[in-house]
């Protein structure tokens, strides 16, 4: 086999038509944040089903989740309380706040965070938790909306795998969380290369983040070359961040954005595939969506049972033999040196991440998959566990 024939972990599905969209941006004249970033806002709102919410397009999710937690006011002396098995960046924008991330162990079936164990983090400190909709399927929102009115926190999700997902009837992105965040790098569900949108429907929020988005400058750059004001003048209100959207990005996101909805479709038949494919081996299966919520299935991520013939080292090992290239979502916090050493963090302290980390891999799922790349994953995986 030729390394062209391998299969990738994940492809963006990247058509004529996005294509056609930045050609036209880049034609255009204005590249950098503009009518293109205001429209794909408006259509992300419309999208998620009530044009009323405000939608703020930023250069990446982790530029989001820090803008939510700078406009809610954490700062030093402030704890945030996040899931271990995430990426970086949730706990990353923690410390840019120059607050402390708390963090905790997650549940055995969804590797969502466990409430129990962040009611036991729980200090005088705690302000804020940030839920992770690990691969797609939702923290129980209802669960963590009364977790923070019980102990006083607000909410900022972390909705980087989550677009388009649905919790308990109501989408992502709508709940009364103070702010979601989705995130649009290249392999997530819907992508502008590096992007991401903060939802709110605070006012006061969004007018924070609006303005801390560009160098907290009171008005956008746009603004000032369209409004009746002199375009020279502008004001300076707050030390803020270089966090805009090119317009070149949102004109690609405008067109996936139509198409979130039919990727994700194809995604989830891809998964369907693979759990009856998959129903009798030595692992554990992921779980779908409870009636009335939806699952985006941004991965599709299985754990190997102790009766698995091999470990998941040669078991990733031998996929990329038979040219299946696999990946771990996540290396979980507690193992990363920076957030190991700075938070004085123990395995025992993570039993349930520290045993899903010894057997999870992550399977191949992408919208442009082929039904031929699909047998073939299904046939590597059960030639290795079957
Ligand atoms: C990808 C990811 C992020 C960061 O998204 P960017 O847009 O790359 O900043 C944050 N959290 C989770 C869980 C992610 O998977």
Redesign the pocket.
């Known amino acids: 086999m030729t390394v062209d024939d391998r299969i990738p972990f994940a492809v963006p599905d990247i058509g004529e038509e996005e294509i056609q969209a930045v050609t036209d941006a880049l034609r255009s004249g204005w590249l950098t944040t503009g009518q293109n970033a205001a429209a794909f806002e408006k259509e992300f709102s419309a999208e998620l089903g009530d044009p009323s919410v405000h939608s703020i397009a930023v250069n990446?999710?982790?530029?989001g989740?820090h803008l939510a937690l700078d406009a809610l006011g954490v700062q030093p002396g402030d704890e945030v309380i996040v899931p271990d098995w995430?990426?970086t960046?949730?706990a990353e924008v923690v410390r840019y706040c120059g607050a402390t991330p708390v963090i905790v162990d997650v549940d055995p079936v969804t590797l969502n965070i466990d409430l129990e164990a962040a009611q036991r983090a729980v200090t005088e400190r705690t302000k804020v938790i940030m839920p992770?909709h690990?691969a797609g399927l939702a923290v129980d929102l209802n669960a963590v909306a009364a977790f923070a009115e019980r102990n006083g926190l607000r909410v900022v999700e972390?909705a980087?795998?989550a677009h388009p997902t649905t919790c308990n009837g109501v989408r992502v992105g709508l709940g009364s969380s103070d702010c979601i965040v989705f995130?649009?790098?290249a392999t997530?569900t819907m992508t502008t290369g590096?992007?991401?949108m903060v939802v709110t429907r605070d006012e006061a929020l969004a007018k924070r983040m609006r303005t801390m988005r560009l160098h907290g400058i009171s008005r956008d750059v746009f603004d000032r070359y369209t409004s009746d004001k002199p375009s020279w003048q502008y004001e300076v209100v707050a030390p803020g961040f270089k966090y805009n959207l090119t317009d070149t990005a949102a004109a690609m996101g405008r067109v996936q954005l139509k198409r979130a909805g039919q990727m994700r479709d194809a995604r989830a038949s891809i998964a369907a595939r693979y759990l009856e494919a998959f129903a009798d081996l030595p692992v554990q299966l992921p779980v779908d969506a409870a009636e009335g919520s939806s699952h985006s299935w941004h991965l599709f991520v299985l754990r190997l049972a102790d009766e698995a013939p091999i470990g998941r080292n040669e078991f990733i090992e031998k996929m990329s033999a038979l040219g299946v290239l696999c990946s771990v979502h996540f290396i979980p916090l507690h193992l990363h040196p920076y957030w190991r050493d700075s938070g004085d963090l123990q395995e025992s302290d993570f039993p349930v991440a520290a045993d899903a980390f010894r057997r999870a891999v992550s399977l191949p799922i992408f919208s442009a998959m082929t039904d031929a790349q699909v047998d073939r994953v299904i046939a590597a995986v059960r030639e290795l566990l079957g």
Do not use: I, M, Q
Not at 60 to 63: E, P
């Open positions: 990446s999710a982790t530029a989740l995430t990426f960046s949730t992770v690990f972390d980087a795998h995130s649009f790098y997530k590096e992007g991401g």
